[in-house]
């Protein structure tokens, strides 16, 4: 089992830039398929990115290709998101969540979830 705690998030203008962090604790974070997904007022929740166990591969969803980037440092076991170039529909709630298979792009492939952060683009 392990527990995921978000951070980074906050108030930004269109084309900044916010990194985000997820802390695992309890079972080593190497032993998990890692995702952020965002949610947005009266959407579903949707995966944005994942990364495998020690980063050999990523995914991204179509509307954050070249803007974000994940990454993860198991020795600190922490994954980040880098987002770039924001845009207002950005504005979610960004979940950090876990799963042991890859690629998972449904939320209930993932086991574990964090508690979200606000991130809210906006001029």
């Known amino acids: 089992q392990v527990q995921l705690v978000e951070s980074g998030g906050g108030l930004v203008q269109p084309g900044g830039s916010l990194r985000l962090s997820c802390a695992a604790s309890?079972?080593?974070?190497?032993?998990?398929?890692m995702g952020w997904f965002r949610q947005g007022a009266g959407l579903e929740r949707q995966l944005v990115a994942a990364?495998?166990?020690?980063?050999?591969?990523?995914y991204y969803t179509d509307a954050v290709k070249g803007r974000f980037t994940i990454s993860r440092d198991n020795a600190k076991n922490t994954v980040y998101l880098q987002m770039n170039s924001l845009k207002p529909e950005d504005t979610a709630v960004y979940y950090c969540?876990?799963?042991?298979?890859?690629?998972?792009?449904?939320?209930?492939?993932?086991?574990?979830w964090g508690q979200g952060t606000q991130v809210t683009v906006s001029s």
């Open positions: 969540a876990a799963t042991t298979r890859w690629l998972k792009l449904k939320v209930g492939d993932y086991n574990y």
């Open positions: 309890g079972r080593t974070a190497s032993a998990y398929v």
């Open positions: 990364i495998a166990w020690s980063g050999e591969s990523t």
